[in-house]
């Protein structure tokens, strides 16, 4: 998979990507307290990221600061917020609906960021028909005709670990675009489709060693 | 923060911890299956990481194949679960039991990765009191009283981005040593505290951003 993107926008690389929602976040705030404007070192000390890393951040999406000023807070947030994508709708299914593709499709949050859930798949013969939070849940099998209604690009998968690579060859199949892959699986995906992984267990793995170092000491 | 380990078990980066799992995700499906033996080779073609690395990243905690047959299956899944800490319970808070904090507590999942949510804090009158699927929920300002009721050492940020923050410094007047960051903020902890971030709406910036880059082929 490449890692660097090539638009109109410039060159942009996955760290990139993943810092600029931490810059929205922090001016977002600011911008609820009516500061007008805020520098990169200022933006360094709150969250941790080298002022100089952050300018430069910012320039690969044409942001440039004011010499002494520094960046526009109002104008900075609502230019990461387009840039990002946040705005924009974009539907999405959620490939297994238990446990955590459930959840997943109760959390408001993700709606925030742009990401709208129409459609839950499962099959588990007590989920199918039902629904959560108002998003229908339908069986597996219905997924190409359902891609064909909804037209929609994203799939979340939230499927048992086991079942990870043949639910995702189904999905690809099925013709969807984009796989938010939530299983610690590492799915194997043609070219042409985007893949994002989120492991949050695997996240888990590095607290417990933290802490144990830690609790070394 | 460190980004390597130093414990009986070795130097141990970050990034070797976030591959581990991925292999113990594999390797426990060729276990299911009855698989006796597998080589580095076949674990990177499954899951697209290199044959060397994954050699690598074994040897660190003292996994090592045989020559010309590959590592005993059964003894890697047992040895990985036992590395990553997945198969201790780990007691934690769940800060913040809306929308995301709600829908974690709801994941039996994260049971599965040895974290065990045994109470959630809110501020809302609405959920104080309540419980989900059987985990009290109490007032954030009962935080302190409930960690040395429960001995918790890990909490897990779900709250608003704009109080997560202050909600961290709370959290670690109230004692507890680790913070599993879901808010797209980066909190300022002090040294000693541990801290995991999984910002998983950030995640969702990169999929926009390769999506858009597929679309304009």
Redesign the interface.
């Known amino acids: 998979m490449a890692d660097i993107?090539?638009?109109s926008k410039g060159l942009?690389p996955?760290p990139t990507?993943?810092r600029?929602?931490?810059y929205?976040?922090?001016v977002?705030?600011l911008d609820?307290r009516h500061v007008e404007y805020v520098s990169s070192t200022q933006i360094a000390k709150?969250?941790?990221?080298d002022a100089s890393q952050i300018a430069k951040d910012l320039s690969f999406i044409n942001i440039k600061g004011k010499t002494r000023i520094g960046y526009e807070v109002h104008k900075l947030v609502k230019e990461l917020t387009d840039f990002?994508?946040?705005k924009?709708k974009?539907s999405a299914f959620m490939i297994g609906a238990g446990?955590?593709g459930?959840?997943?499709m109760?959390?408001?949050?993700?709606a925030?960021?742009?990401?709208n859930i129409v459609a839950g798949f499962d099959v588990n013969p007590d989920l199918i028909g039902k629904s959560i939070c108002g998003v229908p849940i339908f069986g597996i099998d219905e997924l190409a005709r359902r891609q064909r209604e909804y037209g929609v690009?994203?799939a979340v998968l939230a499927v048992p670990?086991?079942h990870a690579q043949q639910v995702t060859d189904v999905i690809i199949q099925s013709g969807l675009?984009?796989i938010?892959n939530f299983?610690?699986?590492?799915i194997?995906v043609p070219a042409?489709i985007?893949i994002?992984n989120?492991?949050?267990?695997?996240?888990?793995?590095?607290?417990?060693?933290?802490?144990?170092?830690?609790n070394?000491k």
Chains 1, 2 share one sequence.
Not at 106 to 110: I, M, T
Not at 112 to 115: A, C, H
Not at 183 to 186: G, H, S, V
């Open positions: 993107k090539n638009t942009l996955e990507l993943r600029l929602p931490w929205l976040a922090y977002r705030l609820n709150e969250i941790n990221v990002l994508g946040f924009h974009h446990s955590l459930g959840a997943l109760q959390d408001v949050g993700l925030q960021y742009g990401l690009q994203i670990v086991e675009k984009a938010w299983t610690p699986f590492r194997k042409g985007v994002q989120t492991s949050i267990y695997a996240h888990l793995a590095v607290m417990y060693n933290r802490m144990d170092e830690m070394a």
